[in-house]
Structures are given as structure tokens and as C-alpha cells.
């Protein structure tokens, strides 16, 4: 089953830039809160973003200053731009909803997940 797609990564030296998109096929977002997340080499998967249904942002500070998430409700999709690219973003970066009520009234929140983009970075 398709959930979320993310879409943009590659490979890039550092100091570049990467747009990652999310897309949501099947589903509508608006009222979602959504997050990007990303999983380097080894390491545990960490919450790097996160954008409210009002478009209230927040970053982890090891990204604070060159990333930025928007979203575009008018597409359904998620963005996460990312500037002067360092080594150690190395990762594969998904997204996610977050608090998120889609199903009927009184239901529990619904929790979407996607299959990542990979992001490398080289020196």
C-alpha cells in the first residue's frame, strides 16, 4: 500500500542544495500536521522538522539555519529544502504525518509513512 512518497534526493557535494518533495496519493493533508525525518548510516532515525496544519515550523538545531519545510495545500505535497548540504546529512529522509484525523469522527489519529529518498552527500 502507497501511503507517502518522497521524492528529490540524490547525490550532491557539499555545499549544495536538494528540494525534497512528499506527495500523497489517496489521501488529503490539509488538516495534517507533517514532519521530515532521516535515518543516517548506523544511526537511529530522528525528527529533523516538523510543519503544522497552520504552517507553524520547528527544527532540530543541527539543521536550524539551512533547511527549511513549507507545504503547498493547494497540491497536497510537502517540501523540505536544504541548503549548504553537509557530510553528516547523509541519510535517507522520509515524511510523515504526524496528528493527522482522517478517518470517521472518533477515530484514533491516522499515521502515514513513506519509503524515503536517499540524500549523499560528498566532500
Known amino acids: 500500500q502507497v501511503q507517502l512518497v518522497e521524492s528529490g534526493g540524490g547525490s550532491v557535494q557539499a555545499g549544495g542544495s536538494l528540494k525534497l518533495s512528499c506527495a500523497a496519493p489517496?489521501?488529503?493533508?490539509?488538516?495534517?500536521?507533517m514532519g521530515w525525518y532521516r535515518q543516517a548510516p548506523g544511526k537511529e532515525r530522528e525528527l529533523v522538522s516538523r510543519?503544522?496544519?497552520?504552517?507553524?515550523?520547528t527544527y532540530v538545531d543541527s539543521v536550524k539555519g539551512r533547511l527549511t519545510i513549507s507545504r503547498d495545500n493547494s497540491e497536497n505535497t510537502l517540501y523540505l529544502q536544504i541548503y549548504a548540504l553537509k557530510t553528516e546529512d547523509t541519510a535517507v529522509y522520509y515524511c510523515?504525518?504526524?496528528?493527522?484525523?482522517?478517518?470517521?469522527?472518533?477515530?484514533?489519529?491516522?499515521?502515514?509513512w513513506g519509503q524515503g529518498t536517499q540524500v549523499t552527500v560528498s566532500s
Open positions: 489517496g489521501y488529503i493533508l490539509s488538516n495534517c500536521e
Open positions: 510543519i503544522s496544519s497552520d504552517g507553524v515550523t
Open positions: 510523515a504525518t504526524l496528528d493527522c484525523y482522517l478517518g470517521p469522527p472518533g477515530t484514533d489519529a491516522t499515521t502515514l
